[in-house]
């Protein structure tokens, strides 16, 4: 009975979960119980920069903290959608922090990525009164937002316009992201990056250097929308031939729009992706030892 209860959901979703969206299914799942939710503080000007902070519940010192970015082919997407997400690291002791940023065709790159550099500073400056230790700081995304995270972890210019630098993060985790997509093929994504002229300087892979933070790279391994072996295959190569510590996990029960939903609690036996998150974090980007409670 539960396998064929998890056959129709996962029927669901595949059918619900179009160009990354969420699905309102997963958060009527997700239960409260883990955490206090603080929702829509301000970070910017703009109706969009807006983000919600999960804080673990009964949290007795300063936890990690891990930035969430969605995905929706920086044309559609809401913070809101992605309680499951919130839930899932607050239930293993992280402070969530799920940030909007504006999307096309209000505006085009990088303009998103500038957002994300203002939620990743106003989380240094104002994440203790959450529960969260700022020095362990960590930017995390699904599709799009993955591409987000990668470039706040790899271009210095968009931390450094907010007085920050790629060092102020411990780590950075890519969940089917595209980090080398040129030419587009997407017709709904070309004109976020001016196609046919897009610029080389869009793509994360081009932004690799010995000083990048280290990296957690998860995909499905017959991804149909983004290449896992050309994107989170090529640039965990690339981050590796300049000494860049990185994991790289691929997992074959689970596609693009599943990947992210093994995070939610009816879905978790799909994939480990929520124990390599928290092992990733808990280990300070890989730098030291970790196990999990009841790991040998």
Not at 61 to 66: C, D, F, G, H, S
Not at 103 to 114: D, G, I, T
Not at 185 to 198: A, H, I
């Amino acid at each position: 009975m539960r396998t064929t209860w998890r056959l129709a959901l996962l029927l669901v979703l595949s059918g619900a979960l179009l160009a990354c969206s969420p699905v309102g299914i997963l958060n009527a799942l997700t239960p409260e119980s883990a955490y206090r939710k603080t929702a829509d503080v301000v970070f910017g000007d703009d109706p969009r920069q807006r983000l919600d902070v999960y804080t673990p519940r009964d949290l007795q010192t300063a936890a990690p903290v891990v930035v969430f970015f969605y995905g929706g082919s920086w044309n559609s997407g809401a913070r809101a959608d992605y309680q499951f997400v919130g839930e899932a690291l607050a239930s293993k002791g992280l402070v969530a922090v799920i940030a909007d940023y504006r999307l096309y065709p209000q505006v085009r790159y990088p303009a998103f990525l500038q957002d994300g550099a203002q939620a990743v500073a106003w989380t240094t400056r104002e994440i203790r009164r959450y529960g969260g230790d700022p020095a362990q700081l960590f930017v995390m995304g699904h599709s799009a937002g993955a591409y987000n995270a990668a470039m706040l972890a790899l271009d210095p210019r968009l931390l450094g316009a907010v007085a920050l630098s790629p060092q102020a993060l411990r780590g950075w985790i890519g969940l089917a992201g595209p980090y080398d997509f040129l030419p587009i093929v997407n017709p709904s994504v070309r004109p976020v990056f001016f196609y046919p002229n897009s610029p080389a300087d869009s793509q994360p892979i081009n932004h690799v250097s010995a000083a990048a933070p280290p990296a957690l790279l998860l995909a499905a391994e017959d991804d149909d929308l983004v290449n896992p072996q050309r994107n989170s295959g090529g640039l965990a190569n690339k981050l590796r031939a300049v000494g860049v510590s990185v994991e790289e996990h691929y997992y074959g029960r689970t596609n693009h729009l599943t990947l992210v939903a093994s995070l939610a609690r009816p879905l978790r036996g799909l994939a480990p992706v929520l124990d390599e998150v928290e092992r990733f974090v808990r280990s300070d980007g890989g730098r030291t030892p970790w196990r999990a409670p009841g790991d040998r």
